[in-house]
């Protein structure tokens, strides 16, 4: 195994444990908080995969300007964990995303 | 934080998205390939994890049926194929721009047609090229002339038509067809251009009626090809020049154009032709349950039927390559989805990227072997098809201890013809230093002559599926195998389960020595010019293909 497969395969060691990391650990916690600073932005995408469980979904979006982010996959936790029991891996979607300055949030996804 | 501080770090967040996008199936790229010291469990466990992330496996597989995508034609029937840009909804509910071989037959359409033909057969066909570049049909693995072979040499323009004429001669096999042209046949295979071409014979009928196959139904053509799409769903082919020197690796593994595919089938015996239709990706494949390997039998390879069934639980399939294998769904346990899967190893892109005059960023991100962000990492354990089996029985039959005779592979004709395969350093991949060139024949063989080729891959290199055009070739020997390889080696000379049969395409491996058996007896007149080449489709762009010679 060469150095570049190992590195990578400790991450998905370190982030299996916890597909959303990169962002926080507690889904509760993750409200755009404050009335200040709050941005959303509406973008399309397919999705990956569910964790009804976690309450994320990975979805490979375009570009949202609204939030200066360009097309990315991600896995983000949705506001509401009902919203994901309709959606179902490779189905389109779009979405609205918050953003406080620190951590992504679904508001609504269809 | 400036702009581009922000897109760094979503450059950043992409990849870690990417990774966590994996999960449990992503673990299993840990399993290790070779099971000694203890590893059995550790394999268990990452089957197990593979056949949790197959229960969202809900599209149903798509068969080839009496029309539409992957419809039964007879090869005799068909007057013309037009090469054309079309839409197919390759996931669900969502078109996406498709090339594809469409043919009209009695006032039906078909796309991408299975052909079917006789051993003997005159295929007479026409190829009407309606792209907006040039392309030209190659017959992989049938033994043509050079003119009818689909060589690249020969191609029709846009707007052009071409002619091809030949007698079907080969063992019957399950061959394919795909673009040949110079420089872009990547794009055009992976965009959608291939085909199934199946070649019958008396010892192919006599099996099918032992064992009551019938095409699309109990046998089941199985095309593997890794794709990825934008965030419409519309199929993505976006390879720079550095990560060519890779391949291309998609996000998806598709089985017949389908993603996240499921098959019903009942508890009997159940033939798979499997192809990899992938443009670089290898798979390590096994049909899994509860945790354990099915045994299934090895039948037949590229070149046709085996003397005799083989059992095995796991085999490399290389892009190009073919296997015919037999699964016996009555030793499955009910109640259990038994999943086909690629089982994690390590995928050997060993070039070195100091070495190779590849910047290194760019070899390690798109279309290197961690793919694209989200994508499926090369070697990575991963569900291809979920096989859900009914609680049916009644079925009595038994696999033929005999299945066909395999002619001995050729004597061997003096000191062996050596192939050297390497990179420049330049991030051109070379066969005995040489790089395609359209004016330069380096390599000449007489015809009638048999030569063994000693095809000798660096240990700073990838693995390179080669394949020669116009001949089929034996297996003789391997050596320096990497361990996860030899542990299915199945004789002292290094043999696997499949270089039993005759081949048109072989893999070999970084470090690896693979020593093969050439009859370069053929009917056609004058001379004949052919192309030997990695399929590794990426690799052929960029020119690791030479043409050799045939003499009369």
Redo the contacts between chains.
């Keep these: 195994m060469n150095r570049t497969i190992l590195a990578v395969s400790m991450l998905v060691l370190a982030l299996a444990a916890d597909p959303a990391r990169a962002q926080s650990s507690d889904p509760a916690s993750r409200q755009p908080g404050g009335a200040h600073d709050v941005k959303s932005g509406t973008g399309t995408g397919i999705v990956q995969k569910i964790d009804s469980n976690k309450g994320t979904v990975t979805i490979k979006h375009g570009p949202l300007p609204a939030l200066d982010m360009p097309g990315m996959t991600m896995t983000y936790p949705v506001k509401d964990k009902a919203q994901l029991a309709g959606l179902k891996p490779l189905q389109k979607v779009e979405f609205d995303l918050g953003y406080d300055g620190k951590n992504f949030l679904i508001i609504q996804i269809k | 934080m400036s702009?581009r501080d922000?897109?760094t770090r979503?450059t950043r967040?992409?990849f870690?998205?990417?990774?966590?996008?994996?999960?449990?199936a992503?673990?299993a790229?840990?399993a290790p390939a070779d099971e000694g010291h203890g590893g059995a469990r550790a394999a268990a466990k990452a089957a197990l994890e593979i056949e949790q992330a197959a229960a969202?496996f809900?599209n149903p597989l798509r068969l080839p049926g009496a029309s539409g995508l992957w419809g039964v034609l007879k090869a005799t029937e068909v007057r013309e194929i037009r090469v054309r840009r079309t839409e197919l909804a390759v996931?669900?509910?969502?078109a996406s721009p498709f090339w594809a071989y469409a043919v009209e037959s009695g006032a039906k359409r078909f796309l991408n047609p299975t052909l079917v033909a006789r051993r003997g057969d005159e295929v007479r066909v026409r190829m009407a090229n309606e792209l907006d570049q040039p392309t030209i049909i190659h017959w992989h693995g049938l033994a043509n002339d050079d003119r009818n072979d689909g060589t690249g040499i020969y191609v029709a323009a846009p707007s052009e038509t071409y002619d091809y004429g030949f007698t079907v001669r080969d063992r019957a096999s399950m061959y394919w067809y795909h673009p040949h042209p110079l420089h872009i046949t990547a794009p055009q295979t992976y965009r959608g251009l291939a085909g199934l071409f199946f070649v019958a014979d008396d010892d192919e009928e006599a099996l099918r009626r032992a064992l009551g196959l019938e095409l699309g139904v109990t046998e089941i053509p199985l095309v593997l090809q890794d794709k990825s799409?934008?965030?419409?769903?519309r199929l993505e082919y976006d390879v720079p020049r550095e990560a060519m020197f890779h391949g291309f690796f998609g996000?998806?593994i598709l089985v017949n154009l389908t993603?996240?595919p499921a098959f019903t089938a009942a508890r009997r015996i159940y033939r798979f032709r499997l192809l990899n239709g992938s443009n670089a990706r290898n798979y390590r494949l096994a049909f899994l349950q509860g945790g354990r390997r099915l045994g299934f039998y090895l039948i037949g390879t590229d070149g046709g039927l085996l003397d005799a069934p083989k059992r095995v639980d796991q085999a490399f399939l290389t892009p190009a390559q073919r296997l015919d294998v037999l699964l016996d769904l009555r030793e499955a346990r009910e109640g259990r989805p038994v999943v086909l899967a690629t089982l994690g190893f390590?995928?050997m892109?060993?070039e070195g990227a100091m070495e190779t005059g590849v910047p290194k960023a760019a070899a390690?991100s798109g279309g290197g072997?961690?793919g694209h962000?989200?994508g499926a990492?090369d070697?990575e354990g991963k569900p291809i098809l979920r096989i859900d089996v009914e609680p049916t029985s009644g079925y009595a039959k038994k696999i033929p201890a005999k299945l066909s005779r395999l002619p001995a592979p050729p004597p061997a004709g003096g000191k062996p013809r050596r192939i050297v395969l390497a990179h420049d350093g330049k991030g051109n991949w070379t066969i005995n230093g040489w790089q395609f060139e359209m004016n330069a024949t380096p390599l000449t063989v007489r015809r009638g002559a048999r030569e063994t080729w000693l095809i000798e891959n660096s240990r700073a290199s990838m693995p390179h599926p080669m394949h020669i055009h116009g001949f089929q070739f034996r297996v003789l020997e391997r050596r320096g195998t990497p361990a996860q390889v030899r542990v299915l080696g199945t004789d002292s000379n290094g043999l696997l389960p499949q270089d039993r049969g005759l081949l048109d395409t072989v893999l070999a491996w970084p470090g690896e020595s693979v020593r093969i058996a050439l009859d370069f007896t053929h009917p056609f007149p004058g001379d004949q010019t052919y192309m030997f080449h990695c399929h590794n489709l990426e690799h052929e762009d960029l020119g690791m293909m030479i043409q050799y010679g045939v003499k009369a």
């Design positions: 702009n922000r897109m979503f967040r992409r870690l998205g990417g990774v966590g996008a994996l999960g449990l992503g673990l790229r840990l969202d809900v996931l669900p509910g969502l799409f934008d965030h419409e769903g996000e998806e993603a996240r390590d995928p892109h060993n390690a072997h961690e962000a989200g990492m070697g």
